[in-house]
């Protein structure tokens, strides 16, 4: 079965890091570039963070850049969000999606519009004391 599969989601207090991972299972990753999305309730859904399909060229929006990054290890098939300083207003549910090109749409925007071959079911994260 081809999917994307996100874990490492949970609750975390506001100032704190957390993790998400985002693996393919039944297809390599290396030949799609990935972007990150988060949907919060009452919210537009959100595009986040996208990587380049080597890994040279990273997104991300102004509402997390400085705070997440995102990254992947090709050889494990995986695509990871790493999120510091995280706020109340970061709660939301986040999913991986892949997109069968070398590079990112250009820009946040773009990158919202674009087509993706799968999508992951997603991870809740929580920030929150």
């Known amino acids: 079965q081809l999917q994307l599969v996100e874990s490492g989601g949970g609750l975390v207090q506001p100032g704190g890091s957390l993790r998400v991972s985002c693996a393919a299972s039944?297809?390599?990753?290396?030949?799609?570039?990935i972007a990150w999305f988060r949907h919060a309730p009452g919210k537009e859904r959100e595009g986040v963070s996208c990587?380049?399909?080597?890994?040279?060229?990273?997104n991300h929006a102004d509402s997390v850049k400085g705070r997440f990054t995102i990254s992947r290890d090709n050889a494990k098939n995986t695509v990871y969000l790493q999120m510091t300083s995280l706020k109340p207003e970061d709660t939301a549910f986040y999913y991986c999606?892949?997109?069968?090109?070398?590079?990112?749409?250009?820009?946040?925007?773009?990158?919202?519009?674009?087509?993706?071959?799968?999508w992951g079911q997603g991870t809740q994260v929580t920030v929150s004391s």
């Open positions: 990587i380049s399909r080597y890994g040279g060229s990273k």
């Open positions: 039944g297809f390599t990753l290396d030949r799609y570039a």
């Open positions: 999606a892949a997109t069968e090109r070398n590079i990112c749409p250009l820009g946040i925007a773009a990158m919202e519009r674009a087509r993706y071959d799968y």
